[in-house]
């Protein structure tokens, strides 16, 4: 029996850094019996090991280590020599053959079951190994009977789809999905149970003709694993306010759209560092993108104002006490408890997924300070990109969750210039 699998070799007899610089290659790892003494042994191929590296069964296995079987990876360690083979490929294949492997060691195989001889062992051929990448560019590409469940990194470009085939919404190895180019309009909900997906491209596509209830897709699975969002040129009239469940976003492009307002929740995004919105029509930003620490932000080609009153002694009137669903809202998105369909009542989701956010971070509701005035961009951003006639301030339309808050952001602006 042979696998093929990603094997990393490590000499045991090795200073203990030295296996931080060994990387696991595509290898074929086979299980064979000698015909005459009955001997079974490992036989190893990799692109660098043509001939195969042969490791003696019997009596010379110190451990098996299968504490992360069922995520495709075991450890083979054996006595002569002092070498680990740590092995990840498909967690069923793995599961056969360390099932054929632990019955050759207890002497359990009959002589129909194993009659390969290790001089016989060959590398398995490059065309059988289980597909990890396809990019599809043209229709003809299209598979018909359907996606390698294998499948890690999906390209579908150009081929003007109007939906995401269902075939996708299985394959839950998929780390990268990108769609760009076609006329999808909205995104099935199912794909939020794609537990490692990482990043998602579905530029120039036409989800700004889906209504709000067509962005239900996004939370599930995608709120711990997704890191990179591209929403670019869908003539999106509309970001929704559940973006901010994206915990893990770290790139968001809203680029090319028909944008006038961002989601008072995008400052909730924590992990965020590039975002880019040019080619839109926005003309103020929400105040939470104060709490953004940005290593890139492009807001070129849109429409802001440049004449935002500082609204100097100006202080409101004593805010009223916060009911208790709005400070049980408040302790729920603080802590980021998810609240997945069904969970809650709807009426309650909707009340979390419209929250507005203070420039502290904090959610508010009905209770809150409302103001705008002028930020400036480097503030918040390593790098800014503008257009040429604009500047690197934007008004931002602020909540303020407290007076204390309110009077903490005027004391910190006293010290940046205000433009008129």
């Not at 001997?39 to 190893?44: A, I, K, T, V």
């Not at 890690?152 to 998929?174: M, P, S």
């Not at 989601?263 to 040019?278: D, E």
Request: aromatic share 8%.
């Amino acid at each position: 029996m042979k696998i093929a699998c990603n094997i990393c070799v490590v000499n045991r007899s090795l200073p203990n850094l030295a296996h931080l610089k060994k990387k696991h290659v595509k290898s074929t790892l086979a299980l064979c019996r000698h015909p005459k003494n009955k001997e079974y042994c490992l036989m190893l191929f990799s692109g660098h090991n043509k001939n195969g590296t042969k490791y003696p069964v019997n009596q010379n296995i110190k451990h098996v280590l299968t504490k992360f079987i069922h995520e495709g990876k075991c450890t083979i360690q054996i006595k002569n020599p002092e070498h680990d083979l740590y092995i990840q490929g498909d967690a069923i294949q793995i599961k056969g053959f360390l099932h054929l492997f632990k019955r050759a060691l207890e002497g359990k195989i009959s002589d129909k079951e194993l009659t390969c001889s290790s001089m016989a062992v060959t590398p398995i051929k490059a065309k059988d190994i289980a597909q990890t990448k396809l990019i599809i560019s043209r229709r003809s590409e299209y598979p018909i009977k359907g996606f390698p469940r294998t499948l890690e990194v999906l390209y579908v470009n150009n081929i003007d789809r109007c939906a995401l085939d269902k075939g996708i919404l299985q394959l839950f190895k998929l780390r990268v999905l990108n769609l760009s180019g076609n006329l999808i309009e909205y995104l099935p909900n199912e794909i939020n149970k794609l537990a490692c997906l990482k990043e998602l491209n579905v530029s120039r596509n036409c989800l700004g003709k889906a209504s709000l209830s067509r962005w239900s897709w996004i939370g599930g699975e995608l709120c711990k694993s997704l890191v990179l969002l591209d929403l670019s040129r869908n003539e999106l009239g509309f970001v929704p306010d559940q973006i901010a469940k994206l915990h893990s976003l770290t790139t968001l492009h809203l680029n090319d759209n028909h944008l006038t307002t961002l989601p008072t929740s995008i400052g909730s995004l924590r992990h965020l560092k590039v975002f880019s919105a040019a080619y839109n029509r926005l003309t103020i930003l929400p105040g939470s993108v104060k709490m953004l620490r940005l290593q890139s932000i492009d807001l070129s080609n849109n429409r802001f104002e440049q004449n935002v009153p500082n609204g100097a002694g100006i202080f409101p009137r004593p805010l009223p006490a916060c009911s208790l669903k709005e400070y049980a809202g408040k302790k729920v998105l603080w802590a980021r408890i998810p609240f997945p369909p069904g969970s809650i009542p709807t009426t309650l989701i909707d009340f979390l997924d419209h929250a507005k956010y203070c420039v502290c971070g904090k959610a508010c509701f009905g209770v809150f300070v409302r103001h705008s005035h002028n930020l400036l961009l480097s503030t918040i951003s390593e790098m800014v990109s503008t257009s040429a006639d604009e500047t690197v301030y934007v008004p931002i339309d602020c909540h303020f969750c407290s007076l204390k808050c309110f009077s903490s952001a005027f004391h910190k602006r006293s010290r940046y210039p205000i433009v008129r």
